[in-house]
């Protein structure tokens, strides 16, 4: 005889009160941070050359302007022309006013147009010709800072710095 076995289960359920709950929120604080650059430009006029030889354009690209600053010399090495060069190199710095103005530049220095440009530079009577291959930002307008090379054309490396080199392009 089977005997039947019943289970009976009870679930109760408690039945839970509404309730509210406010959450205080915390104050923000936004931080807004202004940059304001100022860009200052001074313009000075470049000096005018010292002879113009029938060169009625002072664009510094024409054979026929002749400038005139001092003459130093260098260590050589990677150039603002984007290639380098070494101290037995027939080469010269122009002085940055004379780099960035001149015809053609856009502020890239391996793309100015008076990279390899070749001058002619004279001093006491002894002259030299060069390309200019890079661009001197210590210098004034109309100076050329030499390679060793070059500028032992032109005088002994302890004569130190030359006034009055004159130089145009060829």
């Known amino acids: 005889v089977l005997a039947e076995k019943t289970t009976t289960t ?6 839970e009160e509404p309730t509210t ?4 929120e915390e104050p923000t604080t936004t931080t807004h941070r202004t940059t304001t650059t100022h860009r200052t430009t001074t ?3 470049k000096p005018k050359p010292t002879a113009d030889n029938n060169d ?6 024409g054979g026929g302007t002749t400038y005139t600053g001092d003459a130093t010399f260098y260590s ?4 603002a022309c984007g290639t380098y060069d070494s101290d ?6 122009v002085a940055h006013s004379n780099f960035d103005s001149y015809p053609g530049a856009n502020g890239n220095s391996n793309q100015n147009p008076i990279c390899n440009k070749k001058v002619k530079a004279c001093w006491q009577g002894k002259c030299v010709t060069v390309r200019i291959t890079d661009r001197c930002g210590g210098c004034n307008w109309g100076a050329l800072d030499f390679s060793p090379a070059a500028f032992k054309q032109l005088a002994d490396f302890d004569v130190g710095r030359l006034h009055g080199l004159t130089w145009n392009f060829i």
């Open 56 to 61: 009625d354009d002072d664009n510094n690209s």
């Open 76 to 79: 050589t090495g990677l150039n």
């Open 21 to 24: 709950t406010t959450k205080k």
């Open 43 to 45: 313009t000075t006029p």
């Open 88 to 93: 037995d190199d027939f080469i010269a710095a």
């Open 10 to 15: 009870t679930t109760t359920t408690k039945k």
